[in-house]
């Protein structure tokens, strides 16, 4: 065992193996923060699209014309925003475990977390688009 | 000295202090590995260099607040997962001078009683559980960890070590009182 002792010094004496920066995981550990919030903000705003949808075609009252209503919402489904959001979510997700000591909280509850986030960021993306929709198109105007 | 101690001393300059290091977990490394892989001896030492080096070179990552060892077992579980990866090949290798370690078994459960005759058979149920059991066997009946610890070295939620824990107990006494 002695000899991996002298080994390892010996090497660090002669810098063979050098110790990494702080900003190295610094870095990393920024970048999944960032990460993980775009991908968040990413998942509300595709979500808020389909929040937009159900606003628009109402499926629930289209499905009151039968299988006319049907397949309206069958066909105007924006079914690559909502896979897109899955998608987000599920990496959302996988990101969110691996921050900090998140790893110690249960699957169900790292989920919870996501997806109450995405959820609420996207409810309150709704309600600024419609709060302030009109202020914007006019000052376009 | 504290191992945060001695790790803050290496950050501020002071690589020498880092022999410490190694002299306090080269032993332990080398068990902890050996029990992971089931290799011989030089493999073993391989990678306990490995784990050592790799432990230097991310030593500006380690936040001082945490247990060390916690940190630096989560580095040799992953080096020793890599390994198995690459070489899925069982090597069933003698007790040697490891049996110091196998006879002082530490908490080990009070329904499987232990004296030097046994100690062969409870190597053999241990060798044979599956890795993940294997590790949590061997990291709370022999490294004395706690489940908090456990969880850090593995990166599961505490819950899931104590159900971890309680399917290795119940395997590991089937394979002991079937090998006796």
Do not use: C
């Amino acid at each position: 065992m002695k000899k991996i002792n002298k080994e390892i010094m010996e090497k660090i004496r002669k810098d063979e193996v050098k110790m990494k920066p702080k900003w190295w995981f610094e870095g990393i550990r920024w970048g999944l923060e960032m990460g993980n919030w775009i991908i968040v903000l990413a998942a509300s705003v595709f979500l808020a699209v389909g929040i937009f949808w159900i606003e628009l075609i109402r499926p629930i009252k289209a499905l009151d014309y039968g299988r006319l209503g049907l397949e309206l919402i069958l066909e105007s489904l924006p079914h690559v925003s909502l896979g897109i959001t899955v998608f987000l979510l599920i990496a959302g997700a996988v990101i969110y475990k691996n921050k900090g000591e998140n790893y110690k909280k249960s699957v169900k509850r790292i989920w919870i977390t996501v997806f109450l986030t995405v959820v609420l960021a996207a409810i309150f993306l709704t309600i600024f688009r419609k709060v302030f929709e009109p202020e914007i198109l006019l000052r376009i105007i | 000295m504290t191992d945060e101690k001695i790790v803050e001393l290496v950050r501020g300059g002071d690589k020498e202090k880092y022999s410490e290091i190694v002299e306090r977990y080269e032993k332990k490394m080398f068990y902890y590995i050996k029990r992971m892989i089931n290799q011989a001896d030089e493999e073993v030492e391989d990678l306990v260099q490995e784990v050592l080096v790799a432990a230097y070179e991310n030593l500006a990552g380690f936040d001082t607040k945490k247990k060390f060892s916690s940190w630096i077992y989560r580095i040799a579980h992953n080096k020793a997962i890599d390994y198995f990866k690459k070489k899925k090949t069982i090597i069933d290798v003698d007790i040697g001078e490891n049996e110091e370690y196998w006879m002082n078994g530490g908490k080990l459960p009070e329904d499987i009683e232990i004296d030097r005759q046994e100690g062969e058979e409870l190597r053999k149920a241990v060798n044979s559980l599956e890795i993940k059991y294997r590790e949590v066997i061997w990291l709370y009946y022999f490294e004395d960890k706690n489940y908090d610890e456990i969880s850090d070295i593995l990166r599961i939620p505490t819950s899931n070590v104590g159900v971890l824990l309680f399917r290795a107990k119940e395997k590991l006494k089937k394979r002991y009182e079937k090998n006796k």
